[in-house]
């Protein structure tokens, strides 16, 4: 008979993780561990221990079956982990399987997405409001500050911290760290903030390391928005007159 105890034994809760997405464009998996290899070599530590997903919508009529026992090794060599797989045919799917990725719901691209007027305008009246997360003090390194709805930093974000927001992001000051909005998605989503010398942006898993930056861009005051599912970083005409 199991023992009788008022104290819960375990608690189930929502969370947002970092959450990376391969998206493969080849099957040739020599071309593959080549171009991982040198994006890697960019900044490795930001790879460690990294959940990814690998979305195979690009090869999904490919004629050639892609190794993916072999992707998955050369993943972990780098210390992600892969999680599962999304948009893969029925050849893929099971090779996933074989290695214990699970298969996960396929997702649309901005470019496939359509509805009528009439739709936008109905599901404009049934988004709920958001919260809006605060933060005065600087964001420290080492720090992580996750918010369900907004998140408004009226400081700087050091090196070493990292703020996530489902929705919008704005930093009243340097953004030096790592900033993910739309984390669970939201391909809306924005990045605002006063001077750009960030360690990545990303929006809605789309995202660029430091390295990638338009130098054009740095120590600029800009916004980052995605535009047909691709990352873009634009500086504002007029640089805020704020503090640094």
């Known amino acids: ?15 947002m993780l970092t959450t990376m997405v ?32 690998l979305d195979f919508h690009a090869i999904q009529q490919s004629a050639k079956t892609l190794d993916i026992p072999e992707l998955v090794e ?6 992600m ?31 496939e997405r359509t509805s009528s007027p009439a739709k936008e305008e109905a599901a404009q009246h049934q988004v709920p409001e958001m919260p809006v997360k ?5 964001v420290r390194s080492g720090q992580q500050i996750v918010s369900k709805g907004d998140l408004v930093i009226l400081s700087m974000v050091s090196p070493g911290a990292e703020v996530l927001a489902q929705r919008h992001i704005h ?7 790592r900033a993910l909005a739309g984390v669970t998605g939201n391909t809306q ?6 001077k750009l010398e960030a360690e990545l942006v990303s929006i809605a898993g789309q995202y660029q390391i430091n390295e990638e930056l338009d130098a054009q861009c740095l120590n600029q005051a800009v916004q980052i928005y995605l535009k047909d599912d691709h990352l873009t970083i634009q500086p504002f005409h007029q640089k805020l007159n704020l503090a640094k």
């Open 189 to 194: 989503a924005r990045i605002f903030c006063h």
């Open 22 to 53: 391969l998206h493969v464009y080849t099957a040739d998996i020599e071309v593959l561990a080549e171009q991982l290899k040198q994006h890697v070599a960019q900044a490795p530590g930001l790879f460690k221990q990294a959940p990814v997903i």
């Open 134 to 138: 605060i933060i005065e003090q600087p």
């Open 171 to 177: 930093v009243y000051g340097a953004l030096r760290g």
């Open 74 to 79: 050369i993943l972990r060599n780098y210390g």
């Open 1 to 15: 008979m199991p023992p009788q105890t008022s104290t819960p034994a375990f608690e189930l809760k929502g969370s």
């Open 81 to 111: 982990f892969p999680i599962g797989v999304r948009g893969g045919n029925t050849s893929f799917n099971s090779l996933a399987l074989a290695v214990g990725l699970h298969l996960l719901p396929t997702t649309k691209t901005a470019s």
